[in-house]
């Protein structure tokens, strides 16, 4: 049973093109994020969801944009991609700490993003 | 501001030897979360251990142990009796907890190369 989904697993395609990545968790878990991970593995916060409402949006460009259709899905939409968007984007969920003491996020596998 | 460093880039070890990762941390908050992930060669994120500002008692879970030191800011990672199957990267990150949703701040991560 896979707890945090993502797809596509790899992704790849020229600058200048839109695309999307989607996220899905069976968790039950009312917060979901998107985390960039470039080449030198550095791991950095995107967005943050909480029950379908954006909560941290760390000054990514807008070209990015989240949507959150329902609190188990978080999707990522590229518009006009660049050379340095290449890079692997996790998406993680966690229980609100205003519910749960266990504030853990769990991670998806990651979408690896080369743009060409 | 919030940071996590982790000072050693990359780590080799001989199998069966001990290892230990070095976190150290800075926030303003009295309150905040310190984790630590693995991130394995095939590139998935796995949460490892969760730890609250106000509980210091260090924890051993197997072979795995975590030295938590508020004087010191720091959280450190050792792993006894190391394996290949421990290669890996090590990320340790810290949330804080005014957000309701929890913001990840990773370290840059430390390599674990064990050679059989």
């Known amino acids: 049973d896979t707890a945090v989904s993502q797809t596509p697993k790899y992704l790849v395609t020229q600058m200048g093109n839109d695309k999307s990545i989607k996220c899905e968790q069976n968790?039950?878990?009312?917060?979901m994020y998107w985390y960039k991970q470039d080449s030198k593995k550095f791991l950095k916060i995107m967005f943050s969801?909480?029950?379908?409402?954006?909560?941290i949006n760390e000054t990514v460009p807008n070209r990015f944009s989240p949507k959150s259709p329902d609190k188990a899905h978080l999707n990522l939409h590229i518009n006009s991609l660049e050379l340095g968007d290449s890079a692997v984007y996790f998406c993680?969920?966690?229980?609100?700490?205003?519910?749960?003491?266990?504030?853990?996020?769990?991670f998806g596998p990651g979408t690896r993003l080369t743009v060409l | 501001a919030q940071k996590v460093t982790q000072a050693q880039t990359e780590i080799s070890v001989v199998e069966k030897e001990d290892v230990t990762l070095d976190c150290v941390y800075e926030?303003?908050?009295?309150?905040?979360?310190l984790f630590w992930y693995k991130q394995p060669p095939s590139g998935e994120l796995v949460f490892l251990i969760r730890?609250?500002?106000?509980?210091?008692q260090n924890e051993i879970s197997g072979r795995y142990s975590w030295n938590f030191q508020k004087s010191t800011s720091s959280f450190n990672f050792t792993i006894t009796a190391s394996q290949v199957v421990d290669s890996a990267v090590y990320f340790c990150?810290?949330?804080?907890?005014?957000?309701?949703?929890?913001?990840?701040?990773f370290g840059t991560g430390t390599r674990l190369q064990v050679f059989p």
């Open positions: 730890r609250n500002s106000f509980d210091e």
């Open positions: 969801y909480n029950n379908k409402e954006l909560i």
């Open positions: 968790l039950g878990h009312d917060t």
């Open positions: 993680a969920s966690s229980q609100d700490r205003r519910k749960a003491v266990y504030n853990e996020q769990f």
């Open positions: 990150a810290l949330s804080e907890a005014p957000y309701n949703t929890d913001k990840l701040i």
């Open positions: 926030t303003r908050d009295t309150t905040y979360y």
